[in-house]
């Protein structure tokens, strides 16, 4: 009895990794950020490219991402708006954010102190996904020029 049990387990614990196994983590970049018009706090309408490297469709269940500008987390934001990603393809994302306006200030005040002609950025992401594959974090860094 035992033995089958321990049996039992094993195979459903193989038959989980075949779900995942093969799966790469999705690619994102930011491929744009523009200001919303707005009447109050300032928002975002930051566009993703979401690459599937994979034989298997993604089902995003939600994504919650921000963006740093010089260590400072101005943009934050959720959706579970997302759009399913068919193998092998991509698919251009929107993503409506709003700003930290204290956030902002700070970076303000920190760049009136000490002028750069480069902001460095961070953009995260979470992405969680329906069904069994595990949720992938995407971590992109760059530099964006003022000149």
């Not at 950020?33 to 993703?48: K, Q, S």
């Not at 409506?96 to 000490?114: I, K, N, P, Q, T």
Request: aromatic fraction near 6%; charged fraction near 20%; charge should be negative.
């Amino acid at each position: 009895m035992r033995l089958s049990l321990v049996i039992s387990l094993a195979l459903i614990l193989m038959g989980c990794t075949t779900f995942t196994g093969d799966m790469d983590p999705p690619k994102v970049t930011v491929e744009n950020v523009e200001a919303l018009p707005t009447d109050g706090t300032p928002r975002f309408l930051i566009t993703l490219n979401i690459v599937n490297p994979n034989k298997q469709a993604l089902d995003i269940a939600g994504v919650s991402y921000s963006i740093d500008i010089m260590g400072k987390e101005l943009v934050t934001g959720v959706t579970n708006q997302v759009p399913k990603i068919e193998p092998y393809s991509e698919q251009q994302v929107e993503l409506e954010a709003g700003v930290r306006l204290f956030e902002l200030v700070r970076l303000l005040a920190g760049l009136g102190m000490e002028p750069t002609d480069e902001l460095e950025y961070q953009f995260e992401a979470k992405i969680d996904f329906h069904g069994w594959m595990p949720t992938q974090r995407v971590d992109e860094t760059g530099v964006i020029s003022l000149r």
